[in-house]
């Protein structure tokens, strides 16, 4: 996805003369985040709550009424609509060809296995031998001196 929406954002870019393309990128990745999550409930300034696949529209209506540019929104909104339509609905939905798939170099690189780091909270086995001392096994390490003793 990530490569797709940054190719997409690199042309539209270099067509349309633009200086910065950060904005743009998280719009799109912000989009599709929306379309795969769309009944999740999401909150905005002062605790405006509305459902996720209005988000990418409300923030570019926001930056409208701010005074910000809306041109580098409305661009990372249709790319991510562009991988949200050729990836998901309309291969699903409409019944289409599969247009996009994750290219095998990236599979080499970064394996698709799930679940290659275990143990989370589970606690460590112990590694205390029992050695039958004072207080269950533990090393008696004396009193020290305390501060303002001669």
Same mark, same amino acid.
């Given at each position: +996805?990530l490569?797709f ?10 067509? +349309?003369d $633009?200086?910065?393309?950060m904005? *743009? +990128?998280? $719009? %799109?990745?912000?989009?599709?985040? /929306? ?16 459902k /996720?696949?209005?988000?990418p ?8 009424i701010? #005074? ?7 661009? #990372? ?9 050729? $990836?998901?609905?309309? *291969? ?5 060809? /599969? =247009?996009? %798939?994750t &290219? ?5 690189? =970064? &394996?698709?296995r !799930?679940?290659?780091? %275990?143990? =989370?909270?589970? &606690? *460590? *086995? %112990? ?6 001392? &004072? ?8 009193? #020290?001196? !305390?501060?303002g003793?001669?």
């Amino acid at each position: +996805m990530l490569l797709f929406n940054w190719i997409c954002i690199v042309i539209t870019g270099l067509i +349309m003369d $633009m200086q910065l393309l950060m904005i *743009p +990128m998280i $719009m %799109s990745v912000l989009y599709v985040w /929306a379309q795969l999550n769309r009944d999740t409930i999401v909150s905005f300034w002062f605790g405006t709550r509305f459902k /996720a696949c209005y988000l990418p529209w409300i923030i570019l209506g926001f930056n409208y009424i701010i #005074g910000g540019s809306i041109i580098n929104d409305l661009i #990372g909104n249709l790319v991510g609509h562009l991988y949200y339509f050729l $990836m998901f609905k309309y *291969p699903m939905d409409l019944g289409g060809r /599969a =247009f996009l %798939s994750t &290219p095998q170099f990236l599979y080499r690189f =970064f &394996p698709s296995r !799930r679940g290659g780091v %275990s143990g =989370f909270g589970i &606690p *460590p *086995p %112990s590694r205390r031998l029992d050695q039958g001392g &004072p207080e269950g096994g533990r090393h008696n390490w004396g009193q #020290g001196f !305390r501060l303002g003793q001669d």
